[in-house]
């Protein structure tokens, strides 16, 4: 508790908030003609010259205006003119919707709202219609109407994107997680894992977040390494002057709620309320702890949520959001493992125990100094505590071949027990500054700081002899290679320092003709790793089966002092494996954009200099334990993009870039990760950075200000592409390779977001549809490097394969939902949205050492099959304070599965092994939103 009250101090170090103009749309209707749209009618802002006209819909909008009181006049030919008092708040949307007549609309047909400009559907679509590059962006008001609890989901209702449910990456145009760029208000925040470049946007509950863009092609502010595309979270802000919300949420998952004693690590005695601490060294608690699991007897998920904030004077804006919830998992299916096509792991029972607590608090101060300077400050806190017991064999049907040669007379059994803990601290100041009329600088600095952590993981592997006519069954400790029973540590400290500035210039502007905007800045960030990792191994001394554990749940009962003490166990403690990373990249951009008639140019570059440093001190390391190795990049990474607005509703878009995607610093550092299922992942010290140039031409049509239909298609030359492989020869690992020279992908993207029904009648209701389709080709040539000689020093090829698809590309991509709402007094919404991601690569495959056993001793990609997610909301209003809403989610529960195809010799053919299968089960909750 004391932790969670230091990281709130924390917290309240941040301020401030950049304040924005406002806009007012709205739609016109014709009382005359059955509430039809009003077509052409006249609107003024009274007192100026700034009017427009209703377009076929009855749409119109007015953008950019200053906060305070206007009058807007409506009027048509033949109807009564209305003036009506509207209000525009800085940084948000006032809707008027107006009913126009032969004679005076009564008041209550004049519909006004306000919402924040970033939640806004019709704002952000508004926003996505101007803006010169290609995006798209979902706010909270859809992420609520949707049910969606995280940002990694929200991410999946956007065309193109999809999100793993094996491995939780989110994919961008079938391109994963080393491909995208991932920020939080425009600026880097560090990864959650080692494993990944991107922070797991599971984090990011949606009630801290305002909305999410994804921008699918390359602008010169941000870093060139991206390539399907950059993830920008905006968090949330106060929303009017004061603002307090309760929320409390309960349920349960199918499959956890079904294990009346729910598995926990050794550790649990250690957490609380999510956070883990103890006093106990690993080395001592070889002996002071137990090596046995524990249990909980009802495994039921909760939420609470609190927000509150407030506006101090005229110019001061705070807002806090703290959060916990908890959530269990449990799945249980097959896993095997084949190496060189023969058999090396096989478990048909691999279960796993998961619960996870996230605490989430989120500080957001403003300060407006006057009309033309802004400032912001955020402050994040993230605790994410994941106690994950995994277990296999326990049927006795287990095998491991390097520890069972006979499996008529032994199985094997493995648990492993790991306590993962992160802590995230992001801080950011930004300011915003309008100089007269043509000068407009923003401009920010952050400190991130993470630590990731497993400060505990236990790990058996026994023997279980079976029994005989003569014998019973009996279990013995597994001894080969030593550390078979472990305790180990694993540290990762992360400290990034990030800034950036830009400074638009105005050149000209002459109206309705021509404009002219230039813009130029700088980024820097300095990101450095410290990773460590122990390990203390548990061997029994002399001949196996000296010490005999009671069962498998009571393995601790052998590991004890005096058994150390008489010299029956012996305690081996390895040097530890470290690697210190450090990233320094420094750039600077300058873009034009310029605005004539219907076309928008803008041409820009990027100087970007990147320089990744990794000193490593590790185990089995190629070329000896010690070691370091240093990438250097420095480029121009060039922009083009195009719009023309064939009208008010018909936009065409053409953009061309190059990106860079620099390796990650556990893609490089020789390290192995071990898996639970022992599976290893290991860096590779030869990876370079794969180079990208990328090409998007895309069409939008705005039926309406809440409408879309858009097609888009894409194509990507990727030179030296990064891929996860299975490793060349016997050692059964994977790593990273430039398995290509070059690699290329085509796609096209379908989008639609439209109206079915749309009343507005107080008793109607709205009903409308999105769905957004992906196709990718994708194919990389695998190649052959040589030797002066012409001997073969290194292939890719394996199994007369010469070209593959691409790791983590899917061949269709498919995302869709209907939404229910009434207008009625008391709203009620219902949701229903579903995602398909096709077959993609987990991992390629790889050839023998040997070029005389190429056809028998090679592996195969390993393919994880697609699978349907589907999901559904409810909610429904009480009152004007009080809302409850309903979920259930991963409905079909589909099973999901990896396959590799495996040569059998005896047979001479190869056939399609299921290496990973399980279901995650249906997640359903019951919650109660309190506005006081």
Do not use: C
């Not at 708040?89 to 032969?102: C, F, L, P, R, Y």
């Not at 209702?157 to 999100?163: C, D, E, F």
């Not at 697609?866 to 429904?876: D, E, I, K, P, Y």
């Not at 190869?910 to 399980?918: D, G, K, P």
């Amino acid at each position: 508790m004391k932790q969670l009250l230091i990281a709130l101090v924390f917290l309240t170090t941040a301020f401030n908030y950049a304040q924005d103009t406002g806009s007012i749309v709205g739609k016109l209707i014709d009382k005359e003609y059955n509430n039809e749209p009003l077509a052409f009618a006249n609107i003024l802002i009274k007192g100026t010259t700034n009017g427009t006209t209703s377009d076929m819909d009855g749409l119109y909008s007015f953008n950019n205006l200053e906060p305070g009181e206007y009058t807007l006049i409506y009027s048509f030919v033949g109807y009564e003119t209305q003036q009506v008092p509207l209000t525009v708040i800085s940084g948000k949307v006032t809707e008027a919707n107006i009913v126009m007549g032969a004679s005076a609309a009564a008041l209550d047909e004049i519909v006004i709202t306000t919402t924040s400009r970033k939640d806004s559907e019709v704002a952000l679509l508004l926003d996505q219609r101007e803006a010169v590059e290609i995006k798209e962006s979902i706010g909270s008001i859809e992420l609520a109407k949707l049910g969606v609890s995280d940002a990694a989901t929200a991410t999946t209702k956007i065309s193109g994107v999809s999100s793993s449910e094996a491995s939780g990456d989110v994919y961008v145009r079938g391109l994963g997680d080393r491909y995208l760029y991932t920020t939080l208000n425009g600026m880097t925040i560090p990864s959650d894992n080692v494993d990944k470049k991107n922070i797991d946007l599971a984090l990011f509950p949606t009630r801290i977040v305002q909305s999410i863009s994804i921008s699918k092609n390359f602008a010169p502010e941000n870093s060139a390494d991206q390539s399907s595309g950059s993830i920008n979270i905006n968090s949330r802000s106060l929303v009017g002057n004061n603002e307090i919300k309760l929320g409390l949420q309960s349920g349960f998952n199918t499959n956890a709620i079904g294990q009346s004693k729910f598995k926990r690590t050794a550790n649990r005695d250690d957490i609380s309320f999510g956070f883990y601490s103890s006093n106990l060294s690993t080395k001592d608690a070889i002996t002071e702890q137990s090596w046995d699991t524990e249990s909980t007897s009802l495994p039921i998920d909760y939420r609470y949520t609190l927000t509150a904030g407030t506006k101090i004077g005229d110019n001061f804006k705070i807002l806090f959001n703290g959060s916990q919830s908890s959530k269990f998992e449990y799945n249980e299916g097959t896993f095997q493992q084949f190496n060189r096509n023969l058999e090396d792991v096989k478990y048909t029972d691999a279960t796993n125990y998961i619960n996870t607590i996230s605490t989430t608090g989120l500080v957001d101060m403003a300060y407006k100094i006057n009309d033309d300077h802004d400032l912001r400050a955020v402050s994040l806190f993230v605790n994410k505590m994941t106690d994950q017991v995994f277990e296999a064999g326990r049927n006795r049907e287990g095998f491991v071949f390097e520890e069972v040669n006979d499996e008529d007379a032994y199985s094997q059994y493995v648990k492993d027990q790991n306590t993962k803990q992160t802590r995230l601290w992001v801080n950011q100041i930004m300011g915003d500054h309008q100089l007269g009329t043509k000068n407009h600088i923003t401009w920010g600095l952050g400190y991130n700081r993470m630590d990731a952590d497993e400060p505990n993981r236990i790990r058996n592997e026994v023997n279980i002899k079976k029994p005989t006519d003569t014998e019973s069954e009996s279990i013995e400790l597994a001894n080969q290679g030593g550390t078979q029973q472990r305790k180990s540590a694993q540290e990762i400290e992360d400290s990034e320092l990030n800034a950036r500035i830009k400074d638009e210039l105005k050149i000209f502007e002459k109206e309705n003709e021509s404009t002219l905007m230039v813009a130029f800045g700088a980024n820097y960030r300095y990101k450095t790793r410290d990773f460590q990792s122990t390990v203390y191994g548990v061997d029994e001394v002399g001949a196996p089966g000296q010490v005999v554990p009671p069962s498998l749940d009571e393995l601790g009962a052998v590991f004890t002092q005096d058994n150390f003490d008489s010299g029956v166990l012996s305690l081996t403690e390895s040097l530890p494996d470290s690697y210190n990373g450090e990233l320094n990249s420094a750039s600077g951009f300058f873009s034009a954009n310029y605005a004539v008639n219907k076309f928008n140019f803008n041409l820009g570059a990027r100087y970007q200099k990147d320089e990744i440093i990794v000193d490593y001190n590790v185990g089995n390391a190629p070329g000896g334990r010690e070691g370091s190795v240093t990438k250097e990049y420095s480029n121009i990474y060039p922009v083009f993009n195009v719009k023309y607005a064939l009208n008010e509703k018909n936009n065409f878009r053409i953009a061309a870039s190059k990106t860079i995607t620099l390796p990650e610093f556990k893609e490089i550092a020789p390290f192995g990760y071990v898996s639970p299922t022992n599976q290893v992942v290991v860096g590779n010290i030869d990876l370079e950075a794969s180079d990208v140039y990328n090409f998007d031409v895309k069409w939008e049509l705005f039926p309406s200000n809440k409408e879309l239909i858009s097609a888009t298609g894409f194509y990507k030359h990727i030179k030296n592409p990064i891929n996860k492989t299975l490793d060349r020869g016997s050692s059964g690992y994977f790593t990273f390779e430039n398995t290509s020279d070059k690699a290329e992908v085509f796609g096209l993207e379908l989008e639609a977001n439209m109206d079915i029904i749309a009343s507005t009648d107080d008793n109607g209701y709205n009903l409308d549809f999105g769905f957004n389709f992906t196709k990718m080709w994708h194919n990389q040539d695998l190649k052959t490097i040589y030797n002066q000689d012409g001997s073969i020093a290194n292939t890719y090829t394996y199994n007369g394969k010469d070209e593959i698809g691409l790791e983590g590309a899917s061949d269709y991509i498919v995302n869709a939902s209907l939404n229910f709402s009434t207008n009625w007094e008391r709203t009620f919404n219902a949701n229903i949205s579903g995602n398909y991601a096709s077959d993609k690569i987990y991992a390629l495959g790889s050839a023998p050492d040997s070029q005389t056993v190429t056809s028998t001793l090679y592996n195969n990609e390993i393919i994880e099959k697609g699978f349907a997610v589907l999901n559904a909301t409810l909610s429904q209003e009480l009152s004007d304070n009080i809302n409850i809403n309903f979920k259930a989610l991963n409905i079909l529960n589909p099973n999901i599965k990896r396959t590799q195809d495996v040569y059998t010799s005896s047979t001479g053919v190869e056939s399609t092994q299921v290496t990973r299968s399980y279901k995650n089960g249906t997640t359903i909750s019951l919650g109660i939103n309190i506005n006081f």
